[in-house]
Structures are given as C-alpha cells and as structure tokens.
C-alpha cells in the first residue's frame, strides 16, 4: 500500500467540514439542547458508532442497549452490525446514552429476482416487497456477500431498513438459524382471538392470536409486533407472543435528527414521510426539490405523531466510480477512515481522479465494517478495485460518501458516472477531469451522441478497462 503518514495539522485543512473532530469529541454538526436530541437512521460503521448522517456519536459508558427486544448486557456496539436502522438516544455533548434497534419484518424470502450475485434483488415476504440495492445492503450470516439467489430464495431472515412507496428497501438482511418470524402493523376489528393486521406496506395479512391469554390480546387500532409462525399457503400468522409498539421514534417535543428518503406519502396527514416517519415540510424551504433523495432533517416531535421539519439538507450521493487504486493517504493513523484515495482508469488520460474521505460529520460509509471486521482506509492497497459514491463540494472538491471494496489486483472493467466536462463525438470524452476514448461506443438512448454536450450527467463503463468507453448512459 502506499501509505502517507502526516500531520493532525494537515488533516485539520483536508477536513474542511470536520471541524469538530480536530478538536476531538464525536458529535460534529449534531444539534443539541440541554437535554440531548434523538437521531434516527442507518449504521454506516463503527469506531464508536458513525451513522448515515456522516457524524460519529461516542458511546463510551453507553448501557441502555436493546437489540430485537432483548438487553444488551456486554458491548453495545458487539450486537450491532452497518446496515441496522436504529435510534439513538444523546445528552447535550453529543455522546449516545441509550440506543434501540428492532428490525422490521422477521420471515421466509420468496420470489427472488434479479441478476444473480450481484445484490440488487426484490423478493416478498409476507406478500410485502423488499428491494436490496449494492453496495448498500448489507447482508449477514450468508455464505457470500451479497448472496446468490438460490441462498435467499427460501431463507428465513431478518430485514431493517425503511419504508418507501409501499416496499420496504433493505438496508441490512440477516439469516436467520431458526424459524421464528415477525411482524409489525396495525390491529383491525378483532373477531373472537382472530384480527387482520396492516402492515406499513399497506398489505393485510390475518392472524390467529388463540396462543395468547384473553387478557394479554391488543384493541383495534394497536400498533403491535407479533412474533410466531407464518403460513405461506392459508397466509395465516399464528401469534405466540405480542407487544404493543410505540410507532413514533421520538419524544414529544423532542430535538430530533433523521436521515432517509423524503417522500410523497399520501397516506400522511402531511403528505410526506422520510424513512418510517411522518414530516412536515410545510415550514422548511430547504426541503424543496428533495422529493424521491435522502435528505437529513431537523426538527422537532409533535403531540400529532408527526416530525415538524425546521431544515433539509441533501445526503443523496450524485457520482459513482467503480476504479483501480493508484494510491491511498491516510493523515492520521489514529483515523484511518480519514484521507484520499486517488482512483485510476487504466488507459484514460488526464487521472488520477481524488477523492476526499472526510472527517466527522461527513465521515463515508465503508461497505461490510463491523467490529468484528473492521474496513477502513488502511485496508485499502494500490491496485485494488473499489467502487466509490461521492459527491461535489463547493469548493470543487470530490467528497467520498461511500465505499466498497470490489477485488485485489485490479478492475477487469471499470465505469464513471459524473458531468460532462467536453465531448468529441465518435472521438473522446472527459468526465470528472478523466478522458476517455469514445469510439466505438454504444449510445443509450440510441442518438443521445448528437446533443450530448458539456453538463452533461453520463454513465461510462469501459468494459474490458482499456481507456474507452464501450458504452455511454446519458441521465434524462
């Protein structure tokens, strides 16, 4: 690898928006009242824990952990794995004091489809949709990451990520070893001990509650979890056990933080939702334009269960490479998720494209870290094939948002998706200050080549990762 060891100094100037971490201490760009705030999304990595917000929240001393309904008696973050949509719970300095995750539907995988190995599938359970996107789905406890399609077709598992548009997008998908299933939703009108129970997706599915106690059964109009079994072919859910379900995230009230996709949700009294989670953006003008992008809003809970959102700020990652690694710099070994990596096309001309690995709050994800395997930037050798989200700062630069590690010794085909700085038709073509030759190359749409021109958002995948690009996607 080569490896770059230099100054706190000069990390301080390369992490221009990490301000807080040059003075150590998590926290970054949390918000925070004398009483702490709440942060709702996505596990992004560890090292303490770092969330999908960029901002890394301390945990030292933290021993209010609840993982699937059961107290974390040991290490908190042991029990936790990158994918898992939690809630975090932080006093005044930014410093985690309780934290909470429980997946969101617990059953067998069927209808698999998707291009095999490869990791963006949709698949049912429960008649509910599921989609998995690479690199952002993190899969766990299979025998490949991500697995095949015969591996997850029929598994029982456990799936934690939020809801959109009446499916439910994985962002963490763990096999289960037993056959125990769950599910959340709302009660409907209860006949006897049997009731239809509404699931987030809007789907119904009936459940037999004769296994528990008359005085142990919810009311119509509950949110409740169930655990027990499903019956694929009467698509019956026998309940051994319920609890009621706060289906809010937050305190009335409270300072809260959430990051995840802003939506058009008609079933809100709002008309919007991010992630799991009612909002009102009707007071926030920042969130226009952000429909269908991951955004992080603050704001506040009200009594009305719904998240008043005071400010938007855009999180969606707009570039993507898949490269050879000509070099990677780490200006802290202590943060070793913190430098650049200079990314290579193998005959282009005008790379190395750098991109920036920010410190908190806009530390990237790096794809399958966990405690028990960490991934980092010290992981990373030249030659290497990684695939990187990133995006542009206003000062130009190109910040990473996440990163995957693809192979060791090489891309067999490498692909850039970025602006158009100049194109030569049935010439050449610069992307992202990386030129690549453009003959012959396929156009999709067909024709795009006659307006394509500079500002341009294109896709380039250089097959057989010569230095020309095979095929051009131009972005509507």
């Known amino acids: 690898m080569k490896l770059s060891l230099v100054t706190h100094a000069i990390l301080c100037t390369l992490a221009v928006t990490g301000l807080a971490s040059c003075g150590g201490g998590g926290g970054g760009s949390e918000s925070s009242t004398a009483t702490g705030s709440t942060v709702v999304g996505t596990i992004a990595g560890f090292g303490s824990i770092i969330m999908n917000n960029g901002v890394e929240y301390e945990t030292d001393g933290l021993s209010d952990c609840e993982v699937d309904d059961d107290d974390v008696a040991g290490v908190c973050e042991d029990s936790l794995a990158a994918g898992m949509h939690v809630t975090l719970k932080t006093d005044a300095n930014g410093v985690v004091t ?23 599938y949709t698949f049912e359970i429960y008649g509910v949709t599921i989609t998995t996107t690479s690199p952002y789905t993190q899969w766990d406890d299979f025998s490949a990451n991500p697995p095949t399609i015969a591996e997850l077709d029929g598994a029982n598992v456990e799936v934690s990520g939020e809801w ?24 409907g009108a209860i006949s006897g001990t049997d009731f239809p129970l509404t699931l987030r997706s809007g789907d119904t599915i009936d459940v037999d509650a004769s296994a528990i106690a008359a005085s142990q059964l919810p009311v119509e109009g509950d949110f409740v979890e169930l655990k027990g079994s499903y019956d694929g072919t009467t698509g019956i859910f026998a309940a051994t056990e319920i609890e009621i379900e706060d289906e809010d995230d937050f305190d009335s009230d409270s300072e809260a933080e959430i990051t995840g996709t802003l939506s058009e949700n008609f079933a809100s009294s709002t008309g919007f939702s991010i992630g ?12 226009t334009g952000l429909i269908g992008l991951m955004v ?27 490269c050879e690694v000509e070099a990677v710099t780490v200006p802290d070994i202590d943060k070793p998720k913190v430098g650049s990596v200079e990314c290579g096309f193998p005959g282009t001309s005008g790379g190395p494209l750098t991109i920036i690995f920010n410190d908190s709050p806009d530390l990237a994800m790096f794809s399958d870290d966990s405690t028990a395997s960490p991934f980092n930037l010290t992981n990373v050798d030249e030659a290497d094939c990684v695939e990187i989200k990133f995006s542009e700062d206003a000062s130009g630069d190109y910040i990473a948002d996440l990163i995957e590690h693809e192979d060791n010794g090489g891309c067999d085909s490498t692909e850039l998706e970025a ?4 194109f030569n038709d049935a010439t050449d073509i610069t992307v992202a200050g990386i030129t690549f030759t453009a003959n012959p190359t396929v156009y999709d749409p067909i024709g795009s080549n006659a307006s394509l021109s500079a500002g341009d958002k294109v896709e380039i995948k250089d097959n057989d990762a010569d230095g020309n690009a095979d095929e051009i996607e131009v972005d509507d």
């Open 98 to 120: 309780s934290l909470k995750y429980d997946d969101e539907l617990e059953g067998v995988a069927s209808n698999v489809n998707g291009a095999d190995g490869i990791g963006d």
């Open 296 to 322: 992080e809003a603050e704001g506040r809970y009200q009594d009305t269960g719904v998240l008043v959102v005071e400010e938007c700020e855009n999180e969606d990652e707009d570039m993507e490479a898949k």
């Open 164 to 187: 959109l548009n009446g499916a439910l997008n994985a962002s963490y998908v763990e096999m289960q070893s037993d056959s125990s299933h769950e599910v959340k939703g709302t009660v």
């Open 276 to 287: 799991n989670t009612d909002v009102d953006i009707s007071g926030a003008p920042s969130c």
């Open 419 to 422: 602006t158009v700085d100049l």
